[in-house]
Structure formats: structure tokens, C-alpha cells
């Protein structure tokens, strides 16, 4: 267990040192290769564990099938800006498989759905920023869904996401207009983004209400039928 944080904790710091180093010294003109380096750095966690046969290659399946949901779903929903299920799909992926799968399903849904959408120097902030709301559903798996009151948890889980993701997104937006940091710029962008935040927050409750019992049933019933090994999930 040690040994699994500790390799979570130094693949954060790297991704972080990664974007930093993107904005700081390429200005955001590297980012396909910021991007892949983050997507690389995400399955990190899923490489060593692999390597130590704690993860069977059925469970690395399902993973890469939720991130291939979030993704087509992103797209099916491009017609409404802020209405998607991808925070929704990566918070269930979390749920079920821990807070490094919950990472690598909304870094990597975050780059693959872009190649539709169009990649740029945003996607490592939109990389961050589901990832992060995947590992913290992943951390906060016993206090979202053991309780007669998963619903109740859930829903403020998906706000809460909303807004976090926002606010990541408006760090980009603040250091896109010339690369230096400004506060009143900051807090300037969260209140222009406002509505945007909003719809995204009620679309994260929705998704999770109508989505989490249907396949979080099914990816239970997958994980006791092959027996997933749940020591790093």
C-alpha cells in the first residue's frame, strides 16, 4: 500500500512538473508533446502493477473500455457545450477499479476525445483536471457508495467536480493570454465561466444518477466473476 502512493504521489508531481514546464518554457507550444507525456505518465501506476501481477489484463480491458465511453460520449453530447458524461464515467470508473484507474480514464478520455474535438494547449489542463476528479472519486469510494445516502454523496461529488474542473480549466485560460499569473484575472474568468460551471455541475449530477446503479452492476459483476484482484484499486 505504501509503495502504491508513493507512485501515485510521484506521478502527480511529474505530470504537474510536466504541465508547468509546458507553460513556462514552450509558451503551450508543445502540447502534443505534453499531452502524450501526461498519457504516458498516467498509466504509470497501471504498468507497475501489471508488473507485479497485481492487475489481470481483463481489468486493463475494462478500463480502456470506460475510456472509450467517456469518450464517444463526450462526442454524442458536442452539441451541448457543457453537458457531458465524462466526469460521470470517469467518477464510476474510480468507484470500481480505485483512484488510479479513475486517473488514467480522465486523462486519457480527456486526449483521445480531442482528436475529435481538436487538440491544443488546453488538453493537458483538461488531463489534469478529469484525472484529478478520478482519483479523489477513487480516495472517497466508501463515503460515496456505502451509505444509504450514496445519492445524496454522489450528487454533491458531482458539483463539487463541476466547479474543481471549472476552476482547473480557468488556470489555463488565465496563463493563454500571456503567460503570467494574475489573480484578478483569475477570479474574473471563474465569474465569466459561471454558467458554463453550472450547467456542467447539474450535467455531472445527472449523468452519475442515471448511469453509476446500471453499470456499476455490471462492471461488479464482472469483477466477481474473473476475480479481480482489488489490493490496488
Not at 464515467?89 to 474510480?94: E, F, G, L, M, P
Not at 451509505?147 to 463541476?162: C, D, K, T, V, Y
Amino acid at each position: 500500500m505504501k509503495r502504491k502512493w508513493t507512485v501515485t504521489v510521484v506521478t502527480l508531481a511529474a505530470i504537474l512538473t510536466v504541465i508547468v514546464a509546458g507553460v513556462a518554457l514552450f509558451h503551450d507550444r508543445k502540447y502534443n508533446i505534453i499531452s502524450i507525456l501526461i498519457a504516458l505518465l498516467s498509466c504509470v501506476p497501471f504498468f507497475l502493477a501489471y508488473e507485479k501481477k497485481q492487475m489481470k489484463t481483463t481489468e486493463m480491458i475494462l478500463v480502456a473500455v470506460m475510456v472509450a465511453l467517456s469518450s464517444v460520449g463526450r462526442i454524442i453530447f458536442a452539441p451541448i457545450p457543457g453537458f457531458k458524461p465524462v466526469t460521470a464515467i470517469t467518477v464510476i470508473t474510480a468507484l470500481y477499479f480505485g483512484p488510479q484507474a479513475g486517473f488514467l480514464t480522465g486523462s486519457l478520455s480527456a486526449v483521445i476525445s480531442n482528436l475529435f474535438f481538436g487538440q491544443g494547449p488546453w488538453t493537458p489542463f483538461q488531463m489534469f483536471g478529469w484525472g484529478i476528479i478520478g482519483l479523489l472519486g477513487g480516495l472517497l469510494q466508501k463515503w460515496l457508495l456505502e451509505s444509504n445516502h450514496w445519492r445524496i454523496r454522489l450528487s454533491l461529488f458531482g458539483i463539487f467536480a463541476g466547479v474543481a474542473y471549472s476552476m482547473i480549466m480557468d488556470i489555463w485560460t488565465v496563463l493563454s493570454l500571456d503567460g503570467t499569473w494574475s489573480w484578478t484575472r483569475y477570479w474574473t474568468s471563474i465569474g465569466l465561466a459561471l454558467p458554463f460551471t453550472l450547467e456542467y455541475a447539474v450535467s455531472n449530477v445527472i449523468f452519475l444518477m442515471v448511469l453509476t446503479k446500471p453499470i456499476g452492476t455490471k462492471l461488479q459483476r464482472v469483477k466477481k466473476k474473473y476475480g479481480l484482484d482489488e489490493s490496488y484499486s
